[in-house]
């Protein structure tokens, strides 16, 4: 198991940006595919992105194309989500998991989160 801890969630009008880090263990981050998801209020937890092990490959979800950007830093044991242009509907709490090979399926148990609140 992987631990992570996620941060950088907050308040933010429509419209403006935030950067989550997710922090995890392990002495072999740079192997793990990684990824990031949401759970809004009353919804199923939903794939968000997720990034290849060298971060040359990065999928998205439809909803965040184009305004959501994943990175790593392998030499931090650190994966990042920049959001821009925020919709209130972004509002969620972020999850940020390793992700089973060639699936958008997390791998581990969750962290704890960060919350994201997009006021209109």
């Known amino acids: 198991q992987v631990q992570l801890v996620e941060s950088g969630g907050g308040l933010v009008q429509a419209g403006g940006s935030l950067r989550l880090s997710c922090a995890a263990s392990g002495r072999t981050f740079s192997s793990y595919l990684m990824g990031w998801f949401r759970q809004a209020p009353g919804k199923e937890r939903e794939f968000v992105a997720k990034i290849s092990t060298t971060g040359l490959f990065k999928t998205y979800a439809d909803s965040v194309k184009g305004r959501f950007t994943i990175s790593r830093d392998n030499a931090k044991n650190t994966v990042y989500l920049q959001m821009n242009s925020l919709k209130p509907e972004d509002t969620a709490v972020y999850y940020c998991?390793?992700?089973?090979?060639?699936?958008?399926?997390?791998?581990?148990?969750w962290g704890q989160g960060t919350q994201v609140t997009v006021s209109s």
């Open positions: 998991n390793r992700i089973l090979p060639g699936t958008t399926t997390p791998a581990d148990d």
